[in-house]
């Protein structure tokens, strides 16, 4: 992977610049964002690794610094369940084959973007009894692609009503899971991929500099217009990642 020139980085850079600004605005998003985008640059199992690495630094100014705020009562409810999601989803990125993991991407993000501009701006509220399901469900799209954000985002913003104490427990729940999928990623050899560690670091000033930039338009943009503007960015990455899957071998 170290084989690209300094005019190559370019791409990825400007693409985990743009996903961590989307993190830094929202708490949540910077994978589902920037993942379809590395799709294009290097292999799935390439690319979730070293998007970990920015979660867990990004995480520890988002996450930690709004601790207090965060809705422990949801994060303790939803833990078990999400561990368990987890578990099942590290083998699956460790031995589905390519071409299934881009299209499983491509669908989830053309899925999420289409209910996210059609969903109504203010969300029902609902009974803790799906937690089960969001924890499995998030917690195998965490250990898969690192997208279990949107998941707990669609389940805790119809259990938390304040808009601060949703980012701050988003956040600290983004890197929890963070955490622990670099101990299991570590274990199952994802690290020892030649270059990732490496290329991971020589891109992390972009994913700093996005999520500074991201909180500091955080109080100053039209959330309700950039999101759009997101998920239309997502539904044509999402339709160019299934159409991709048909011709990887």
């Given at each position: 992977m170290l084989e690209l020139s300094w005019g190559a980085m370019l791409g990825p850079a400007m693409i985990v610049t743009l996903a961590y600004a989307v993190y830094g605005l929202t708490g949540f998003g910077a994978v589902i964002v920037g993942l379809p985008l590395l799709a294009h640059f290097f292999s799935l199992r390439f690319a979730v690794p070293m998007m970990l690495v920015f979660d867990v630094c990004t995480g520890l100014l988002l996450g930690l610094?709004?601790?207090?705020?965060?809705?422990?009562?949801?994060?303790?409810?939803?833990?078990?369940?999400?561990?368990?999601?987890m578990a099942i989803g590290v083998p699956l990125l460790a031995f589905a084959p390519e071409r299934w993991l881009i299209l499983g991407l491509g669908l989830f993000v053309l899925g999420y973007a289409s209910w996210s501009l059609l969903s109504q701006p203010n969300p029902v509220q609902i009974s803790p009894r799906w937690v089960g399901l969001t924890g499995l469900v998030g917690g195998a799209f965490t250990a898969l692609y690192g997208t279990g954000g949107p998941i707990y985002a669609i389940y805790l913003a119809r259990r938390i009503e304040l808009v601060h104490v949703l980012r701050a427990t988003l956040g600290l729940l983004i890197f929890g899971t963070a955490l622990a999928r670099l101990l299991m990623f570590a274990?199952?050899?994802?690290?020892?991929?030649?270059?990732?560690?490496?290329?991971?670091?020589?891109?992390?000033?972009?994913?700093?500099?996005?999520?500074?930039?991201?909180?500091?338009?955080?109080?100053?943009?039209e959330l309700s217009l950039a999101k759009?503007?997101?998920w239309l960015l997502l539904l044509a990455s999402g339709i160019n990642l299934v159409l991709r899957s048909w011709s990887t071998s």
């Open positions: 610094k709004y601790r207090h705020q965060a809705d422990w009562s949801e994060i303790k409810r939803l833990l078990p369940f999400l561990l368990l999601g274990g199952s050899g994802f690290y020892a991929q030649q270059g990732l560690l490496a290329l991971a670091f020589i891109l992390l000033p972009c994913a700093l500099a996005g999520y500074f930039l991201g909180a500091r338009l955080h109080t100053r943009i759009r503007i997101i």
